[in-house]
C-alpha cells in the first residue's frame, strides 16, 4: 500500500483553477479556431475601457497598466503551467492552452499609442485591427516566433505570442502614422 500524502502528483493532473487559467476560463476548449477564441478578451476588454472614457487617450497609465496585468497574468499561467498543460493535453503547445494568446493580444494593445484612440469611433476600429493583425503574426509566426517556440515548456508556448503582439503593435502604429 503507498501512502498517496507523499506520492508525486500527475504532470497530467491539473487542479480546477490551473486549467481555467490556462484555457482563459474554458475559451481554449471552443472550436473552431482555439486561439482566436482566446485573443478575444482583452479585445473586448479594451473596447470596453474605450467606451466607458478609460481608454489609451483617456487614461494612458490605466488602459496600457491593466493591459500589461492581463499581459503579466496570463504570461505567468503559461511559464509556471506549461509543462503540466502539456502533460494533461498530450502535445506541445497544445490548442486547449490560450493563456499565451491572452497574454500576447493584451501586449499588442498595450504597446499601442494614445493616438490610437484619439475618437471611441477610432479605439474600436485600431482595438478590432490590433485583433486581426496579431491573429495574422501569430499563425505565421514570422522569425524569431517561429525559433522560439521551440523552447520547451510553458516558455515555448509563450513566446511566440508575445512577439506576435509586438509585431501586432508594430503594424498598427505604423499604419496609424501613415494614415495622419
Known amino acids: 500500500m503507498t501512502d498517496t500524502r507523499t506520492a508525486p502528483k500527475s504532470l497530467s493532473s491539473m487542479s480546477a483553477p490551473a486549467r481555467a487559467a490556462v484555457t482563459v476560463f474554458g475559451l481554449g476548449h471552443m472550436r473552431p479556431f482555439p486561439g482566436t477564441w482566446g485573443s478575444l478578451p482583452p479585445v473586448g476588454l479594451g473596447i470596453a475601457m474605450i467606451l466607458v472614457g478609460l481608454g489609451p487617450a483617456e487614461t494612458p497609465w490605466l488602459f496600457k497598466g491593466v493591459m500589461l496585468a492581463v499581459a503579466v497574468v496570463f504570461s505567468l499561467a503559461c511559464v509556471v503551467l506549461g509543462e503540466q498543460s502539456e502533460a494533461r493535453y498530450h502535445g506541445k503547445d497544445p490548442s486547449q492552452v490560450v493563456a499565451d494568446e491572452t497574454a500576447g493580444q493584451a501586449l499588442a494593445l498595450a504597446l499601442l499609442p494614445a493616438s490610437a484612440a484619439a475618437t471611441p469611433l477610432m479605439g474600436v476600429f485600431t ?46 502604429a505604423l499604419m496609424l502614422l501613415i494614415s495622419v
Open 127 to 172: 482595438m478590432i485591427l490590433a485583433f486581426f493583425a496579431f491573429r495574422l503574426f501569430d499563425i505565421t509566426k514570422p522569425p524569431p516566433a517561429s525559433q522560439l517556440q521551440r523552447v520547451p515548456g510553458g516558455w515555448g508556448i509563450l513566446l511566440d505570442d508575445l512577439f506576435a503582439g509586438v509585431y501586432a503593435a508594430g503594424l498598427v
